[in-house]
T-cell receptor, first 112, second 114 residues
């Protein structure tokens, strides 16, 4: 059974710092992996999606990498801002599956 | 206007009551999903529907039922609510025709069962 783990569970950093959020998974047979942002009262928003054949995706200050062989993905946030404060969720589609498998998330707080 | 809407946004009910959560979407997507989120556990899939005539159980469907009234509407029912169904509930949609299929989430319904 595919399991997705996110470390750390919570992170507090000063504004301007570069940071990395980690996601690990137990089965490398995946179709794609996504990073979502969750804001209170606003649901989840997809940030980046990496297909199985890709190594990384970038959007603005965000960069997500995927290493299937080690079962790991990272979300790198450059020059963090207070507006980046949210919960970040990692989720993947297993091969042969028809549903997303989610990690528990990392709660990020960026202090001004 | 939001593409995926959920009603109500907050609900308090008592054990044994029947309750319905509603989801509507204007994205024209065939696929719709219901999830619940508990603190520290991420999102778990309750039910999903790939079109109006297709309903499937997710990993935690016991105690829940759904109805796909139209392409745009997908309702979740708790026939007899119990306290451990207290959670944050999300509806989502997706379109398999997209090159990179992702899911679009509603704002969530916070449910408290006393």
């Amino acid at each position: 059974k595919q399991e997705v783990t996110q470390i750390p569970a919570a992170l507090s950093v000063p504004e301007g710092e570069n940071l990395v959020l980690n996601c690990s998974f137990t089965d490398s047979a995946i179709y794609n992996l996504q990073w979502f942002r969750q804001d209170p009262g606003k649901g989840l928003t997809s940030l980046l999606l990496i297909q199985s054949s890709q190594r990384e995706q970038t959007s603005g200050r965000l960069n997500a990498s995927l290493d299937k062989s080690s079962g790991r993905s990272t979300l790198y946030i450059a020059a963090s801002q207070p507006g980046d404060s949210a919960t970040y969720l990692c989720a993947l589609y297993p091969f042969g599956g028809n549903k997303l498998v989610f990690g528990a998330g990392t709660i990020l707080r960026v202090k001004s | 206007d939001a593409d995926v809407t959920q009603t109500p946004r907050n609900r308090i009910t008592k054990t044994g009551k029947r309750i319905m959560l509603e989801c509507s979407q204007t994205k024209g997507h065939d696929r719709m999903y219901w999830y619940r989120q508990d603190p520290g556990l991420g999102l778990q899939l309750i039910y999903y529907s790939f079109d109006v005539k297709d309903i499937n159980k997710g990993e935690i469907s016991d105690g829940y039922s759904v109805s796909r009234q139209a392409q745009a509407k997908f309702s979740l029912s708790l026939e007899s609510a119990i306290p451990n169904q207290t959670a944050l509930y999300f509806c989502a949609t997706s379109d398999p025709r997209q090159a990179q299929e992702t899911q679009y989430f509603g704002p969530g319904t916070r449910l408290l069962v006393l």
